[in-house]
């Protein structure tokens, strides 16, 4: 089939209908690899937006996406519940940081984080502080392309031509201090002198923990979350912990939170939650959020997405949840971190290279330039690899099932790139 009626009709993601960029056009895909409709097979390095942790089409979670078909395909939340939502619930108990407690599904990762900036709105108003109605976010921070997260992105970054529309949120500049670098308490002071001067406009701060993706790609230091829980209990404000593009091994840990030992009040998770066949996000609040919203001003908490907590979405997430474990993510993810700090590291003696960052499956080349789109796709179809860079980063964050030889393919790509990129 040609491509023709896509570019006749189709409207792609962060792209024209006039002249649009060519597509590739997917047929199939199985393992790390995405096959393409003239036979050619890409390995997906890319993981398809960070959430193909387990590979394309993986039996486990198809098979289990096709059991539920047969049983309830979706019934409306509000006054049903079923059972892939509790034993998602119950797989999710077992996984999730002691302390956070009460999952409300979302369709995906930015409804999440909206749910979550409501529920934070909500507690305040059930304490009965509704002066504290903003948050605070981070420079360098993304947490999505709907309005309200938006509004809490990097100001500075994606979205900035929407400024007029966005709803106004405080803003500290992004972590300074590196992963590996030494910490400093003078990085946490903007913060502090946010939280100090306006705690009592505040109902949370929001933060993507350890890694900042889309409007960064940078790994920060993990004492910036401790003092930041710190500073959020003495200032009664909450903290929200988007772990949607690090939640379940991306970055070395099950959650990211886990390098500080810090516990948000509510987590933001998704993207490898349902293992990347079908969507599926949620907002999980404390024991007190979620308490404290019940008990008081209106008792409910005022949100119902149509397609909330589907069946199908679930079956599929119990599935990728248990093949993680069965897999031991956290060796494979261990083996994919050393084996791209060694790919990766030539680029260091690239002109134009301003740094090379690996933290578990994720692999940055920050360059000075980017190469061109025509550049990028020749060197895709050269190599095999898929890979989408933007801003000045060419990334990988592959699927978990990745061969040492698939590893080192995507290294090979990445030098390459950067090294097209310096031309
Ligand atoms: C940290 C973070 N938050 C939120 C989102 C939005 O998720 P979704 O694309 O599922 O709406 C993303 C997506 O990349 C993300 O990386």
Request: aromatic share 10%.
């Given at each position: 089939m040609s491509t023709d009626s896509d570019r006749r009709y189709l409207w792609h993601p962060?792209?024209?209908?006039?002249?649009?960029p060519p597509v590739f056009e997917a047929a199939g895909g199985s393992g790390a690899r995405v096959r393409l409709a003239d036979g050619v097979e890409l390995i997906d390095a890319v993981s398809s937006w960070w959430c193909m942790a387990h590979g394309h089409n993986h039996p486990a979670i198809t098979s289990a996406i096709r059991e539920q078909c047969d049983k309830l395909t979706h019934v409306m939340f509000a006054g049903f519940t079923h059972a892939p939502a509790m034993e998602l619930a119950e797989e999710l108990r077992q996984r999730l940081p002691a302390g956070l407690k009460h999952i409300f599904f979302a369709d995906s990762g930015s409804i999440a984080v909206e749910c979550a900036v409501k529920m934070a709105v909500q507690y305040q108003m059930a304490r009965?502080?509704?002066?504290?109605s903003k948050l605070a976010a981070h420079g360098g921070g993304y947490h999505g392309d709907t309005i309200g997260a938006m509004s809490l992105s990097d100001p500075n970054g994606m979205h900035t031509m929407f400024k007029g529309l966005l709803p106004k949120h405080f803003f500290a500049p992004m972590?300074?201090?590196?992963?590996?670098g030494e910490w400093r308490d003078e990085a946490f002071a903007p913060m502090q002198k946010l939280l100090d001067e306006h705690a009592d406009e505040i109902a949370a701060v929001i933060i993507e923990p350890i890694f900042q993706g889309a409007n960064a790609m940078r790994f920060y230091h993990p004492q910036y979350l401790k003092k930041l829980r710190a500073a959020c209990d003495a200032h009664d404000v909450l903290l929200i912990f988007?772990?949607?593009?690090?939640?379940?091994?991306?970055?070395?840990?099950?959650?990211?939170q886990e390098y500080a030992g810090v516990t948000p009040d509510i987590m933001c998770i998704g993207k490898i939650l349902s293992g990347g066949a079908v969507t599926l996000a949620a907002a999980v609040a404390s024991e007190q959020v979620g308490e404290v919203i019940s008990e008081g001003g209106r008792g409910a908490f005022l949100h119902g997405p149509?397609?909330?907590?589907?069946p199908i979405a679930c079956a599929a997430s119990c599935a990728s949840l248990r093949l993680l474990d069965q897999y031991d993510w956290q060796s494979r993810v261990n083996a994919i971190e050393s084996r791209l700090k060694d790919g990766l590291?030539?680029?260091?003696?690239?002109?134009?290279?301003?740094d090379v960052r690996v933290l578990g499956a994720t692999g940055v080349i920050e360059v000075a330039q980017m190469p061109s789109p025509q550049v990028v796709r020749r060197i895709v179809l050269k190599h095999h690899v898929w890979l989408r860079p933007f801003g000045n980063w060419l990334y990988t964050m592959p699927p978990f099932i990745c061969t040492p030889d698939e590893i080192d393919a995507i290294s090979e790509t990445m030098l390459d790139l950067a090294a097209e990129a310096a031309q």
């Open positions: 962060y792209a024209p209908v006039v002249n649009p009965k502080l509704p002066a504290k972590p300074a201090v590196p992963f590996d988007d772990e949607i593009a690090t939640g379940f091994g991306r970055v070395g840990r099950r959650f990211a149509t397609y909330m907590a589907n590291a030539p680029a260091r003696a690239i002109a134009g290279v301003r």
